[in-house]
């Protein structure tokens, strides 16, 4: 079970937030809820639930992980405003999901030493821009949207659970 933690966080996250952009799409107040979590949870909840960092098999330094949450919180608001800009161009939100991936995979690689080759990264990126192209292509459904954030959560939760390397 532990093997599969990144992998299975990623959908227990992953459902809830598909749940609350649901429950956003239907409910005024669900609304708000969505908007003030969205604005830090997903940013925080990502690294610490995928990576496991007391059980990693190599050696690193508390400030290496304070210094990666930090840079996933950042990766995460500026993935946000660029996704913000979807009124001026369309395809920003898949631009958001691609290049917020990859800024994530490569700060774990570099600063965690995180396995994965790097054409896994990339492909991983790919796929979770790919994710928001039916939103994209809906013009901005919320059931869409959390579907693709679902995807989003999955799709990054598997190459981490995939790349692990435990004893």
């Known amino acids: 079970m532990k093997k599969n933690t990144p992998l299975l966080s990623s959908v227990v996250f992953g459902v809830f937030y598909f749940l609350l952009t649901a429950g956003a799409h239907f409910s005024r107040s669900i609304l708000e809820l969505f908007i003030f979590l969205m604005l830090f949870l997903p940013g925080l909840t990502f690294p610490f ?5 007391s059980s990693m098999s190599f050696r690193y330094h508390e400030i290496r992980i304070v210094l990666f949450i930090i840079l996933s919180v950042a990766d995460y608001y500026a993935m946000v405003w660029l996704y913000s800009g979807e009124g001026y161009y369309s395809f920003l939100p898949a631009a958001a999901g691609f290049l917020g991936a990859l800024l994530y995979h490569l700060a774990a690689k570099l600063l965690l030493n995180a ?4 054409w896994k990264i990339f492909v ?10 039916p939103y994209v292509f809906s ?3 919320l059931l ?3 579907m693709a954030l679902l995807l989003w959560t ?4 598997w190459l981490i659970n995939a790349s692990r390397k435990l004893p």
């Open 139 to 141: 013009q901005s459904n």
């Open 49 to 53: 639930s995928t990576f496991a960092f």
């Open 124 to 133: 991983t990126a790919l796929l979770s821009g790919a994710a928001f192209l």
């Open 144 to 146: 869409l949207l959390g």
């Open 115 to 118: 396995p994965g080759a790097l």
């Open 154 to 157: 999955v799709i990054n939760g």
